[in-house]
């Protein structure tokens, strides 16, 4: 019985599968990020040049709004402090009136304001 046991674990480990994700945007990072904390072993494929690599010209881009509900994905793998510290909060959008009034509106409820990310501060 133990050699059958031995043998069906070793067989299992060499056949271990790899999983792919076709597609490196919001999702697929996630869901292999997600996958990859469970144990297995991902491959992104992502036909674009990698984020990480990629010279980004600022100025060029605008920040992507990370919502609360983003936070709580990023949280669940780990990410939320890593990628919450490099942006700017989001309390409220700035109405400037034609006559130089300016009023605020606010975005969310207390914490669950959304966070600017700069694209170059997120390679
Ligand atoms: C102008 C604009 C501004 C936005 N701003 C925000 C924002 O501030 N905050 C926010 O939360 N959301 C924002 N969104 C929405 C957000 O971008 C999408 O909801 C999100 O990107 C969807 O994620 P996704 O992974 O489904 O798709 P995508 O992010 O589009 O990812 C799909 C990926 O798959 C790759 N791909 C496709 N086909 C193949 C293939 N055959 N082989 C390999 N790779 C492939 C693509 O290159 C792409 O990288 C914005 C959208 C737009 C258009």
């Not at 019985?1 to 480990?13: A, C, F, P």
């Not at 297995?40 to 990370?66: C, H, T």
């Not at 890593?82 to 300016?102: C, D, E, Q, T, W």
Request: glycine content about 8%; aromatic content about 4%; charged content about 30%.
């Amino acid at each position: 019985m133990d050699s059958v046991s031995t043998h069906t674990h070793e067989s299992s480990r060499s056949e271990r599968k790899v999983i792919a994700v076709v597609g490196g945007g919001l999702v697929g990072s996630l869901i292999a990020c997600f996958l990859a904390k469970r144990g297995f072993d991902v491959a992104v494929y992502e036909s674009r040049e990698d984020i990480r690599q990629a010279k980004v010209v600022k100025g060029r881009s605008i920040n992507l709004a990370l919502s609360h509900r983003g936070r709580q994905a990023l949280k669940h793998v780990g990410m939320e402090d890593k990628i919450v510290s490099k942006g700017i909060p989001m309390h409220a959008r700035m109405i400037h009136n034609l006559n130089g009034k300016r009023s605020p509106y606010p975005m969310a409820k207390r914490d669950r304001f959304r966070n600017a990310q700069s694209h170059d501060r997120l390679q």
